[in-house]
């Protein structure tokens, strides 16, 4: 069974109770997105194999350690995933970035697909899932499948806030891949909607409510 990470340092649990405010606007909302994604790749990246080289440093030569020549990619789930890249970018600057674009069907919940453009080395990276809310998991199941329908097999999924019922369905179709949270709320209401939750990932971001 896949891993549940909750990030709770308290830099993220800070900034998420601003963006879970409701009278928190949209710059204010996205720039906060975007710090939380950073401190979460923090976290996320934490397992990444190094190794040794030698540096030459103004003094001596230092004994020191880089990462792996582990490829990453990082795949928003459009929309509301896009508010998390390039807080990622900032500490991951080399990863490459594909588009999974699934919007929820409002009355049955269920998600459909509407784009995907994924790095032509996809298969050979290992892949960070992103989506702000993880709520039935309809989309994220959709989105992992997407990519191991593709041949990938490395797939973490990052996500600020799910629901347990979200948390559930991923690790039941998904067991292999591990989850990466920033709080685990209470219950979906009868719109499909996390509670407290912060509404509407999507709207909040780009404003358009
Ligand atoms: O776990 P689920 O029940 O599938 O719900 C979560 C999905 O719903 C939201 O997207 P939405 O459909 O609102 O699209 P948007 O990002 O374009 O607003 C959210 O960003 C997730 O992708
Ligand atoms: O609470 C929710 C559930 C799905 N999508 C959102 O943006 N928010
Ligand atoms: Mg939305």
Redesign the pocket.
Known sequence: MGKVYITDHPLIQHKLTYIRDEATKTKDFRDLVDEVATLMAYEITRDLPLENIQVRTPVATADSRIISGRMLGLIPILR?GLGMVDGILKLIPAAKVGHIGLY?DPNTLQPVEYYVKLPTDVQERLLIVIDP?L?TGGSANMAIEALKKRGCTQIKLMCLIAAPEGIQAVQQEHPDIDIYVAAIDDYLNDH???VP?L????DRLFGTK
């Not at 509404?199 to 999507?202: E, I, L, V």
């Open positions: 509301a929820r809310m709520a499909g909607y996390i939750g509404g509407d990932a999507g």
